[in-house]
């Protein structure tokens, strides 16, 4: 009797696994490229916990981790993937989340892929970025991921509150405006350093840049032509390149990795099929 209501439990337990991974594959591509949250300065993972309850709550992802990274850029993965994980997800979390050194940023994002592809030897990989996360993904791809052929290569990027030309109150120019084709009027020091993409960065890559208008042609700390300037960097080059302009007081900066529209935004892009 007790083998036969453990049989049972089994059969219970594998129609629920079979029937979640269904709900992954029902809607959503079923792939094994993993999706990287990366949060901004002064943060951490748990702004990035709104997304990616939203992606479980889809039946998107059937897997989420988590990458700590120490002061020292020292990478340690909280949790693992099952074998034949669907959509998976990796939340990076900086335990320095002030670090003033966007290429510093960068190093740390190199360190993160080597240990998921040491791990679980993925090719491809996605990234999600708020403020200054995009930077990191940005010194990532002018610095490291040149050199670094063997490590995943970037598939879809996100950039949520960019401030590519500038920032409110820290290094943005006064009265600075960008042309047609994104490019800032005058640049600062680390948009000049990034102009290198423009060259360089991969063809096969799909880009959608969202920002805030809380009504002032700005997300309340970075203006809406700081964060279109990305499409100077890779627009003529990326494999698609859309911006997304969220309006409201949903859209204020750090508002934006909880607004559910950029939750819906998302699910769409990454992973819908």
Do not use: C
């Amino acid at each position: 009797m007790l083998l036969i209501i453990m049989l049972v439990l089994v059969a219970i337990i594998g129609m629920y696994v079979h029937n979640s991974q269904e709900k992954v594959a029902s809607k959503y591509q079923q792939t094994n490229i993993p999706t990287l949250f990366l949060h901004g300065f002064g943060s951490s993972y748990h702004a990035e916990q709104h997304m990616v309850r939203a992606a479980k709550s889809a039946h998107a992802t059937n897997g989420v981790i988590r990458a700590e990274v120490s002061k020292t850029g020292k990478v340690t993965l909280v949790g693992h993937f099952r074998k034949k994980v669907i959509n998976p997800i990796v939340m990076v979390n900086y335990q320095n989340n002030h670090e003033k050194s966007y290429r510093t940023d960068g190093k740390w994002l190199r360190n993160v892929l080597n240990k998921i592809q040491q791990t679980y030897h993925f090719k491809k990989f996605n990234i999600v970025s708020h403020s200054v996360g995009n930077e990191a993904v940005m010194y990532y791809m002018a610095d490291f991921a040149p050199k670094h052929k063997r490590l995943p290569q970037l598939n879809k990027e996100v950039n949520i509150a960019g401030h590519f030309a500038g920032i409110r109150g820290y290094d943005a120019i006064k009265h600075n405006s960008i042309n047609v084709q994104g490019k800032p009027k005058r640049m600062i020091a680390t948009y000049r350093s990034l102009l290198k993409l423009r060259k360089t960065y991969p063809k096969n890559v799909s880009v959608l840049n969202i920002y805030g208008n809380i009504g002032d042609h700005s997300d309340g700390r970075v203006q809406n032509y700081s964060s279109k300037s990305l499409k100077y960097l890779v627009g003529s080059r990326a494999k698609s390149y859309q911006e997304l302009e969220i309006k409201g007081s949903q859209a204020q900066h750090s508002k934006l990795h909880s607004n559910p529209k950029v939750d819906q935004t998302l699910l769409k892009f990454l992973w819908e099929k």
